[in-house]
């Protein structure tokens, strides 16, 4: 089994409202983008396996300072690692689609991560990749959805009316790394290209994409640790995190 990982950094962060990049801002000190470099380097499956392709997309204007961020975690990572910095596209879906052109021929397990979730658990990197290595050709984090969650329709100022509660028992709120036999996440890219023009019609992850061409997408147990950075308060709640405010 040959790993690599997709890790997207290429988005503006508009929701954060930083001055920089959102995968440039720093927690601890150090940026998003290297410490979920960091957790996916780190990362062994059962046996013994590790990321040994490191792709990386980032915004056009910030190549060189994400390259020579990521050429320092590579340098210091246990295992011999190729990095590659690839330009992003206009939504995350292209940036992954730009992300696998770049993948070495011998690469036949896909993960892909976004920066925006820093605080990844490298064992639960290990995991995803463990189940496809098991035989589940994709496979996605999920935690168990705290809140209930109610489907609504068109409404007008007032509101929205309620369609139906959604059992909360069925629900479960994905994370990243997703993980993928390469193949199958290829083919998904190149059937949903179309959709990743826009914000409006692209798919909000691979696995969805992999979804809409009816293969079977596995869910193993998530991790708090993997939240997503999208505002100003999740930045807050992970640098408590990295410092044992909060832990
Ligand atoms: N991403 C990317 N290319 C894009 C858009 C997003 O690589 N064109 C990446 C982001 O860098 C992030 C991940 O996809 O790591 C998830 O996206 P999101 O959390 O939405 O980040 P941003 O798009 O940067 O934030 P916002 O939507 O608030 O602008
Ligand atoms: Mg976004």
Known sequence: MTIAAVLTAAGSGTRLGHTLPKALVPVSGEPLVVHAARALLAARTADGAAVSQLVVTAPETHLDVVAALLDDVV????????????????????????????????????????????????????????????GHVAVVPG??????????????????????????????????PQGFD????????????????????????????????????????GDERAAKVTTARDLLVAQALTTGALA
């Open 75 to 134: 340098d210091a990572a246990a295992a011999e690692v190729r990095l590659d910095v690839v330009g992003g596209g206009r939504t995350r879906q292209e940036s992954v689609a730009a992300g696998l052109a770049e993948l070495t021929d011998d690469v036949d397990v896909v993960l892909v991560h976004d920066a925006a979730r820093p605080l990844v658990p490298a064992d639960l990197v290990a995991r995803v990749a463990d189940a496809v290595r098991a």
């Open 143 to 176: 935690l168990p959805v705290v809140d209930t969650v109610k489907r609504v329709g068109q409404g007008d100022e007032r509101g929205r009316p309620v369609v139906e509660t959604v059992p909360r028992a069925d629900l479960v709120a994905v994370q990243t």
């Open 182 to 221: 390469r193949d199958v996440l290829e083919r998904a890219h190149a059937v949903g290209t179309g959709r990743g023009a826009s914000e409006a019609t692209a798919a909000s992850d691979d696995a969805g994409l992999v979804e809409a061409t009816g293969v079977a997408v596995w869910v193993v147990p």
